[in-house]
T-cell receptor, first 115, second 112 residues
Framework: DSGVTQTPKHLITATGQRVTLRCSPR?????VYWYQQSLDQGLQFLIQYYNGEERAKGNILERFSAQQFPDLHSELNLSSLELGDSALYFC??????????????FGNGTRLTVT | DAKTTQPTSMDCAEGRAANLPCNHS???????VYWYRQIHSQGPQYIIH???NNETNEMASLIITEDRKSSTLILPHATLRDTAVYYCIVRVLGSGNTPLVFGKGTRLSVIA
């Protein structure tokens, strides 16, 4: 158990809809990272937050947004969903500021299916 | 981040050592080598990381060449549960933790 909790585990929704994925980082971790893994793309970095502020941005679509709340949990919002958004979405966390060697620890993901 | 090159797939007999190579010929002096694995759509699992010295933990050993241009992850006694995709990643450490950039990794199949 990595200590990173993601909910829900599975989500099925229709095209055009909006969903919210939730991530609770490991206790004490200040950084949260979101990744998308689809069958043909591998693990793609989307966005990183540190202590409530956006720190780095990757291949995140404009239809997607994220935020990190004062209690350090994070949400990834996906809107105007398309069939191609079907994927596994992973959240990871790391302490940052404690050690620059800190590895990321991943949750077990949310499987999103858009029909 | 520097790019890495790994074989697409490897097989290993159960109980034998699995040696997974990784080339990172353009690695910079402030980049660490990290290894992760992903077992069948679960979240990636951290294995080990190092800068220039060999490292060992309860899961594996990491051997980094003296010129740091390549490394080998060693699973000393592979079991069926070690079947997974293994990712070698180089990551810059600086003023703040940076995201991991995953490549395609090596699919290791442990065979009974």
């Amino acid at each position: 158990d990595s200590g990173v909790t993601q909910t829900p585990k599975h989500l099925i929704t229709a095209t055009g809809q909006r969903v919210t994925l939730r991530c609770s980082p490991r206790s004490g971790d200040l950084s949260v990272y979101w990744y998308q893994q689809s069958l043909d793309q591998g693990l793609q970095f989307l966005i990183q937050y540190y202590n409530g502020e956006e720190r780095a941005k990757g291949n995140i679509l404009e239809r997607f947004s994220a935020q990190q709340f004062p209690d350090l949990h994070s949400e990834l919002n996906l809107s105007s969903l398309e069939l191609g958004d079907s994927a596994l979405y992973f959240c990871a966390s790391s302490p940052q500021g404690v050690s620059h060697n800190s590895p990321l620890h991943f949750g077990n993901g949310t499987r999103l299916t858009v029909t | 981040d520097a790019k890495t090159t790994q074989p697409t797939s490897m097989d290993c007999a159960e109980g034998r050592a699995a040696n997974l190579p990784c080339n990172h010929s353009t690695i910079s002096g402030n980049e660490y080598v990290y290894w992760y694995r992903q077992i069948h759509s679960q979240g990636p699992q951290y294995i080990i990381h190092g800068l220039k010295n060999n490292e060992t933990n309860e899961m594996a050993s990491l051997i980094i060449t003296e010129d740091r241009k390549s490394s080998t992850l060693i699973l000393p006694h592979a079991t069926l549960r070690d079947t997974a995709v293994y990712y070698c990643i180089v990551r810059v450490l600086g003023s703040g933790n940076t995201p991991l950039v995953f490549g395609k990794g090596t699919r290791l199949s442990v065979i009974a």
